[in-house]
Every structure is written in structure tokens, then in C-alpha cells.
């Protein structure tokens, strides 16, 4: 296979940007609230070159580290590539253990080259409720469709998880995990940030609502028109 046909990630030079733009992004989520401690995990996705040949995998952050403890060059490169629960892995630590469901994702959509997860306070309380994030305000659809859909529990780090995760992020964004916390998935660290920060604070006024009744919902129509106006929302140079 040639270089060409694994594009590198487009968002950083080389790989040293990358790891320590990943880095700063799980200090950030640790600032925010968003993980605390070493819950939580990260990846952005990674072309490896050896002898001159490409290896599409990910860059990780390992289990069980905090954020504060986290360098660069703790990030783990884990091989996209192949199967089992035995992948091929660079590094001098273990890959988080929830390395199973990046894997799935990237798997699922070739386009997605950044993965965050976290125990976000108002996501997980939703999480928790067995309920995903319906279409109560238009802003949902900065997931990439009429939900966010909740993946139903499973064990963390298990095959079953993964799949229900691969499949819920085939057409969004964004899902919902089930009794523990929420995962975002983007073409850029960036987004994949922006969408988990905007998730997480339309969880918060939806359990307000859901505190005095139900929420209306908007309509298929109605969100098809908002996430048409999405696509191109933002991207317009100015003359």
C-alpha cells in the first residue's frame, strides 16, 4: 500500500505538534470538569512510516495516567490495522483500555481523524438515565443528525462496547454511553473538541427540562433544515 492511500492527519505539521496538541486538549478537559483524574481518554488518528511502508493507527493516551502526569511522548501508537484484542502497539506504557472503541471508530469512518471521551457530569447523569439526547433543541444537530444515541452498557474495554460504538458513530458525531459517559468523534481535534464541550452543555439544559416536564421535540423537518444550514455554517471567507 502506498503512502498516498493513508493520508496523513491534515490538522498537525508533524508528529510531535500532534502529541502535544493532545495533551493540551486532556488538560483543558481536566480544567473544565469534564474528566477528572484518569478517567477519560483521547486519540488522534496517526500514519505510521516504517521502512518507508504506511501504518494507519492512533496516537493514545495510556491507562490510568492523570492529566497532570501526561507528556508528549507518553501517547501510545496503537495499530488501526489487523484484528483481535492484540494490536500492534509503540510506546512505553499500556494504550488506555478503552482503546477498543477508538479502534472501532476510526474503523467506521475513514474521515474521523480525532476521538474524545470523557465522564462529562451532565452527559453521564443523562447516561445514566438510559436515554439519549433527542431533538428538545436545534443545537443537537451539531452531532450530525436528529440525536445523539445512546450505545447501551457494556463493560469497559470490551469488544461488545466497541461495536455498539463503531455503529452509533457511522452517522453522528457524538453518542451517549450508556451508565458511564460520552465519546465525540471529528475530522479535526478541534471540532471533536467542540462538539464534546457543546454536548455535554445541552445534556445540562435538557435535565433541566426534563426537571419540570418533557421537552417538546423539534421535527425530522426541522432538523434536516437546521443540519443542511450547518454545512456550511462557518466556512464562508470573508471578501
Same mark, same amino acid.
Given at each position: 500500500m502506498s503512502a498516498a492511500a493513508l493520508p496523513q492527519n491534515p490538522e498537525f505539521a508533524n508528529e510531535t505538534t500532534a502529541r502535544e496538541a493532545a495533551v493540551a486538549a486532556v488538560r483543558r478537559l481536566d480544567a473544565s470538569g469534564m474528566n477528572r483524574g484518569s478517567t477519560g481518554n483521547l486519540s488522534l488518528r496517526w500514519v505510521r512510516l516504517e521502512a518507508g511502508a504506511p501504518h494507519d493507527g492512533m496516537l493514545i493516551t495510556p491507562t490510568g495516567m492523570g492529566a497532570d502526569d501526561l507528556r508528549a511522548q507518553d501517547l501510545v501508537w496503537v495499530a488501526i490495522e489487523g484484528q483481535g484484542d492484540a494490536p500492534r502497539v509503540v510506546g512505553d506504557w499500556q494504550p488506555s483500555s478503552e482503546w477498543h472503541f477508538h479502534r472501532a471508530a476510526y474503523r467506521a469512518r475513514p474521515d474521523v481523524q480525532a476521538v474524545v471521551h470523557t465522564h462529562a457530569p451532565n452527559a453521564t447523569a443523562l447516561a445514566c438515565l438510559d436515554r439519549p439526547l433527542p431533538a428538545f433543541h436545534y443545537m443537537v444537530a451539531i452531532a450530525g443528525g436528529v440525536d445523539v444515541p445512546l450505545v447501551p452498557y457494556n463493560t469497559f474495554g470490551t469488544e461488545a462496547l466497541s461495536? /455498539?460504538?463503531?455503529?452509533?458513530?457511522?452517522?453522528?458525531d457524538a453518542c451517549l454511553l450508556a451508565h458511564h459517559g460520552l465519546v465525540s468523534a471529528a475530522r479535526t481535534l478541534a471540532q471533536a473538541m467542540k462538539v464534546m464541550q457543546e454536548i455535554e452543555t445541552l445534556c445540562e439544559v435538557y435535565l433541566k427540562a426534563l426537571a419540570v416536564g418533557e421537552p417538546a421535540?423539534?421535527?425530522? /423537518?426541522?432538523?434536516?433544515?437546521?443540519?443542511?444550514?450547518?454545512r456550511g455554517y462557518g466556512k464562508s471567507a470573508r471578501r
Open positions: 461495536q /455498539g460504538v463503531g455503529q452509533a458513530l457511522r452517522e453522528r421535540l423539534l421535527s425530522a /423537518g426541522q432538523m434536516s433544515e437546521v443540519i443542511g444550514k450547518f
